[in-house]
């Protein structure tokens, strides 16, 4: 199929489990009511996918609170009693933060209940999330290691491990989100794929990298409108990333500052090209949608376009993400019409 959809990752939860003071307050509730809500919130997120005509469905990471404390929360050697306060993103903004206090190991399975349950409810590919090394340890104070390159190993040793039983569960694409991959370029190269690369070591699934500016929040909002007409730092971290055994590459197009000729560093990589704006409550339409699909076709074959969103979707309105994951299928089945 040309152009299949996928979504970068998180959808917004039900108000029932995401708000305080509604129906009622999950958290405050017993283990086994607090499970019976994430995974009723796991099941609507693939029945309003699979309704948009969403080829490759995730779980919307609706069991997590945060992309990356929702892995962390599961690791021995991490204090999340005695937060830190801690520059995020070349001190973008600041965030208070666990800390790494002794070695790191994983107190077992992380994501194997929400994976489980979305493989057994759906017969689509499925995908599913972790947060990258580098993104990591750009989100946690370290205490421990002294050194930012160790620990960013330490984890992809952890990330490896629960992502080879993420492939055993039945999971078709693991994706691993690395915002930070345009924050640290030089990093990058030295030492971020390597570290990317020990995370996803032995997997025979399909691998993604996830990377975008930066959305959800004011501090990143801010900062896009200092970069300019043109958002050219993935011109210096592509090439690597196309030297790199991942297969594929999440990157925001729609409405984004990227010269999509950029995209064309991604040799041989499937690219999943955002073409639903996050940061817009403004719902596209089918045509926007395969207008964005036609402009990457022009740097990408059309074999190797994915149809995705710029980024994840939790920080939206749920009736506004509804329709945008509407307009996602409508698009891409559009452009099939059109350019198939």
Not at 213 to 239: C, H, M, S, V
Request: charged share 25%; hydrophobic share 45%.
């Amino acid at each position: 199929m040309l152009f299949p959809t996928t979504i970068a990752g998180s959808l917004p939860k039900p108000e029932w489990l995401a708000e305080p003071n509604t129906l009622w307050a999950p958290w405050k509730s017993s283990g086994a009511e607090l499970a019976r809500a994430k995974r009723d919130a796991t099941l609507l997120a693939l029945k309003l996918q699979e309704d948009a005509g969403v080829d490759i469905v995730t779980e919307g990471e609706q069991a997590r609170q945060h992309f990356v404390h929702g892995f962390l929360e599961k690791i021995e050697g991490i204090d999340f009693a005695h937060k830190v306060e801690m520059g995020i993103r070349k001190d973008r903004y600041k965030a208070m933060v666990p800390q790494v206090v002794a070695p790191l190991r994983l107190k077992g399975r992380v994501h194997a209940d929400e994976a489980r349950i979305a493989r057994t409810h759906t017969t689509r590919q499925l995908k599913f999330t972790l947060p990258g090394p580098m993104t990591i340890i750009d989100t946690i104070a370290d205490q421990y290691y002294g050194d930012r390159v160790k620990m960013a190993f330490a984890f992809a040793e952890l990330l490896n491990e629960e992502a080879r039983a993420l492939q055993a569960d039945g999971v078709d694409v693991i994706q691993f989100d690395e915002p930070a991959f345009n924050v640290y370029m030089d990093e990058v190269s030295d030492w971020g794929i390597k570290a990317l690369e020990r995370a996803a070591e032995g997997l025979t699934c399909a691998t993604a990298v996830h990377i975008c500016y930066g959305y959800g929040i004011k501090a990143n909002t801010d900062w896009k409108e200092t970069l300019g007409n043109e958002w050219r730092q993935y011109e210096d971290i592509f090439p690597a990333i196309a030297a790199s055994p991942i297969q594929q590459v999440a990157i925001e197009c729609r409405n984004s500052r990227v010269p999509l000729e950029l995209l064309g560093l991604l040799s041989g990589k499937v690219v999943q090209a955002g073409v639903i704006d996050v940061a817009s409550d403004t719902v596209e339409t089918a045509e926007d949608v395969a207008k964005v699909i036609d402009d990457v076709s022009k740097f990408v074959p059309k074999s190797n376009i994915v149809a995705t969103t710029n980024c994840g979707m939790a920080p939206m309105h749920r009736d506004i993400a509804e329709a945008k994951l509407m307009a996602l299928g409508a698009g891409a089945k559009l452009a099939r019409e059109r350019l198939g």
